[in-house]
């Protein structure tokens, strides 16, 4: 039973992580100490923009719900294995199920 909760767990903190950066202005915030002082980025869209320009590796994961869900998937869920002490089959099955779960309350949302 403590597998299935830390599993649904996971993949709530998962969604939420994924619905925060995409709803809300904290990548803006997150990369303001990087962006110059004399450019005007004020939206997700100026920002996404930003990045594209300096590397648009990092912008397409960035930018992306399904890749950014994918590694955010493999650090919650190598995060909650390691403290509590599980197998990395559970590893495995957050990183691969948990951008899914992620995307669709995006989606949900989204509309």
């Known amino acids: 039973m403590d597998n ?12 939420w992580f ?3 950066w995409f709803f ?15 450019l005007e980025i004020y ?26 869900g994918f590694w955010s998937s493999l650090t919650i869920a190598t995060l909650i294995a390691n403290v509590n002490g599980l197998d990395y089959k559970f590893i495995l099955a957050g990183w691969f199920t948990w951008p899914l779960i992620a995307f669709t309350f995006y989606k949900k949302l989204e509309k």
């Open 4 to 15: 299935l909760f830390l599993y649904i767990l996971g993949s709530l903190i998962n969604s």
């Open 18 to 20: 994924i619905c925060t």
């Open 24 to 38: 809300t202005s904290l990548p803006l915030h997150l990369f303001k100490p990087f962006i110059d002082k004399d």
């Open 43 to 68: 939206s997700w869209e100026d920002w996404s923009n930003w990045l594209m320009l300096k590397n648009d590796f990092i912008a397409e994961l960035l930018g992306c719900p399904l890749c950014l």
